[in-house]
Every structure is written in structure tokens, then in C-alpha cells.
């Protein structure tokens, strides 16, 4: 297994819908449930409500993981990659 950086800069397109559904407090909870092996209960502890922070880095890990990259861990300010070679 190798661990490597894959990018700088990663640019996706979303709704502003999904925003707002983070920011309300539903999606956080939702992706904690449906993604346990990325977030846990204090990532989202981290998500007050009513608050976009962290936004981009959870919408980022679950696009990353649902592309195939399944061993990115997700810290909040770093996310690391295992692929295998």
C-alpha cells in the first residue's frame, strides 16, 4: 500500500440545496450514518448547525469515496489516501 497526495485542487459541481441541507444539520447526520468510516461522532460535533464549516471537506470525502477511493481518511484539515498499486 502507498500513501500520496493526489491533487491540490479538486473542483466539483453541487446544489445550493445541498448546502443548505448541511448547513440546517440533516445531511452531516445523514452522511455520518452512511458513511461511518469516514466521519464519526466527533467530526460531527464538529458541524455546528446553521454553520457551512467544514462543508467542502465532507461533500469532498464522500465524492472521493464513492469514485473508488474507499481508503481516504478524512481529518479536518487533512485528507490521506491508501491506493493500492
Known amino acids: 500500500m502507498k500513501q500520496a497526495e493526489l491533487f491540490d485542487e479538486l473542483r466539483f459541481v453541487y ?20 458513511y461511518p468510516q469516514l466521519f464519526n461522532d466527533k467530526d460531527l460535533s464538529l ?7 467544514l ?3 465532507w ?9 473508488g477511493f474507499p481508503g481516504c481518511q478524512w481529518t479536518p484539515r487533512i485528507m490521506k489516501c491508501r491506493l493500492t498499486a
Open 15 to 34: 446544489g445550493r440545496e445541498l448546502r443548505e441541507q448541511f448547513k440546517s444539520g440533516e445531511l452531516p447526520r445523514i452522511w455520518r450514518r452512511d
Open 47 to 53: 458541524t455546528a448547525k446553521g454553520s457551512n464549516y
Open 59 to 67: 461533500l469532498g470525502a464522500v465524492l472521493l469515496y464513492e469514485a
Open 55 to 57: 462543508f467542502f471537506e
